[in-house]
Nanobody, 123 residues
């Protein structure tokens, strides 16, 4: 059973940067496709970014060019570097692990989820 713990969220101003971390225990992260999703108040959970076992990446259009997903297999950790943050990026951000080589944008492809970390961007 993999356990995922997110950290790094907080309150920032528009235009600021923030880096989220997802520490994985119980499993080796190199064996999983990893993803980041987010859920804003009153909205459904949505895809943000994903990385394959070997580091191929994919992004939602709303964050492309501003967010970067990466993984450090030695630390069993996945990151989401967020820059040029906007108020519409405000949400709870979730890390997820998929037994697939690449989980992609569908939440159904991911078996393990973290508890989430709040990101609030003020205007």
């Amino acid at each position: 059973q993999a356990q995922l713990v997110e950290s790094g969220g907080g309150l920032v101003q528009a235009g600021d940067s923030l880096r989220l971390s997802c520490a994985v225990s119980g499993r080796t992260v190199s064996n999983y496709g990893m993803g980041w999703f987010r859920q804003a108040p009153g909205k459904e959970r949505e895809f943000v970014a994903a990385t394959s076992r070997i580091g191929n990446t994919g992004y939602d259009d709303s964050v492309k060019g501003r967010f970067t997903i990466s993984r450090d297999n030695a630390k069993n950790t996945v990151y989401l570097q967020m820059s040029s943050l906007k108020p519409e990026d405000t949400a709870v951000y979730y890390c997820a692990a998929s037994s697939r080589w690449y989980g992609g944008s569908s939440s159904a492809a991911y078996e393990y989820w973290g508890q989430g970390t709040q990101v609030t961007v003020s205007s």
